[in-house]
């Protein structure tokens, strides 16, 4: 907080008369001030924990979304096999609906590894 960092940067401050210093560092000491110092760490690295959490959420579900785009991609192009290189488009529909699923759990199993 403000007041915590005013006071640490009295501590350290090389003009600071000695009672002044004296003072501080019995403030450091007491319990209160420790348990407020401790208090403020926790708090800090929840929030960074809940933010990373959420960070990871929305990278989750975008990768779903590009995922989710890139199979209709694949599915737009098959027309294209189907007229240049004469390729049935069932034939070629079935093996992208095949392959992207599996694709999709090979990638699934990864992520899921890495966090854990």
């Known amino acids: 907080t403000v007041n915590d960092l005013y006071l640490e940067n009295l501590f350290f ?41 959420k960070k990871n959420r929305n990278a989750v579900l975008l990768n779903i979304l590009l995922y989710i785009v890139s199979l ?5 192009t098959l027309e294209t096999l189907e007229s240049k290189l004469n390729i049935p488009f069932k034939c070629s529909f079935i093996v992208v609906i095949l392959v992207f699923p599996i ?14």
């Open 13 to 53: 401050a090389p003009q600071v008369p000695i009672e002044t210093h004296n003072l501080l560092s019995y403030i450091y000491k007491t319990k209160s001030y420790q348990y407020h110092k401790e208090a403020t760490r926790l708090k800090i690295s929840y929030m960074t924990i809940e933010n990373e959490s």
């Open 103 to 116: 694709l999709g759990v090979i990638w699934g199993i990864v992520e899921w590894r890495r966090k854990f």
């Open 72 to 76: 209709l991609g694949a599915v737009g």
